[in-house]
């Protein structure tokens, strides 16, 4: 199910990009990332700091397609679990992504965006295997060459589901 949407993303947006008017918004969005865990990815680990890369192609004055790479490490968290009789401590391991995405954004206005990334997460580390990788965002442009970013992550990995909610400064070039 999830290749197929994965695929209907690429389709619709070859599609789109075949007869779409061209508009000469192209850029590079290079920025921070602080993330913080929810769901079973929060019960081993606190926060996350990551980069965030991107490369826009406007389409339509509307509409851009794009690559949106980077890389996020979440810092692993470690839980003392006790009861009566004994105290056990778990450390957990930082996890480690780097996505490769597609990417889609929707301009609502001047500076404000919305959209998702599309793709496969590389899990670099000893647990993550990596998996389907999907990130919806909104964007805030703060000037002409910086922006706010929330977003969601959400990766379907083998070893464990991973979602994030996140914010991120980027700068344009």
């Known amino acids: ?86 105290e056990v401590e778990a450390d957990f391991p930082n996890i480690q992504y780097v996505p490769l995405a597609g990417l889609v954004r929707f301009y609502i206005s001047k500076g404000v965006n919305f959209g998702a990334d599309v793709g496969y ?13 999907y990130r919806p965002t909104l964007s805030l442009g703060m000037s002409d060459t910086s922006a706010v970013e929330f977003s969601y992550t959400g990766i379907s990995d083998d070893a464990v589901d991973w979602s994030s909610v996140n914010l991120s400064l980027v700068f344009l070039f």
Do not use: W
Request: aromatic fraction near 14%; include cysteine; glycine fraction near 12%.
């Open 121 to 133: 997460a590389l899990g670099l580390d000893e647990i993550s295997e990596g998996g389907f990788y």
């Open 1 to 86: 199910m999830k290749k197929r949407i994965f695929c209907f993303v690429i389709l619709v947006s070859a599609i789109v990009a075949a007869h779409a008017q061209k508009v000469d918004r192209s850029f590079f969005k290079a920025g921070l990332q602080v993330s913080m865990p929810i769901g079973d990815a929060g019960d081993i680990s606190n926060f996350g700091l990551g980069i965030d890369l991107q490369q826009h192609y406007g389409v339509d004055k509307i509409l851009d397609l794009g690559f949106a790479t980077g890389f996020i490490n979440y810092f692993g968290k470690t839980e003392t679990i006790s009861d009566d009789f004994i």
